[in-house]
């Protein structure tokens, strides 16, 4: 037996839209936000994989200068 699910949860939210009741104005003026907003994610998104990409390149390269150095830590002195 399957769990109730309602009809608009298959819907995208643009399609979601439709069942909204608004002005054409609003409905307009909510796809554009709607649209915006994606663009807005599908950015922070890509901005975010390219930092991820920068700072393993970053932690690589100070991995392989830690190697090579082999500097022992400082130890304290005993009494």
Do not use: C, W
Request: zero cysteines; proline letters at 4%; a positive charge.
């Amino acid at each position: 037996m399957k769990p109730y699910e309602q009809a608009t949860n298959r819907l995208s939210t643009h399609h979601q839209l439709d069942q909204i009741r608004m002005s054409p104005g609003e409905r307009q003026m909510a796809r554009a936000y709607l649209r915006q907003g994606e663009l807005f994610a599908d950015t922070l998104m890509r901005i975010g994989a390219e930092l991820r990409q920068v700072f393993g390149f970053v932690g690589r390269g100070i991995g392989a200068i830690a190697g090579r150095a082999k500097v022992t830590g400082v130890r304290p002195e005993a009494n």
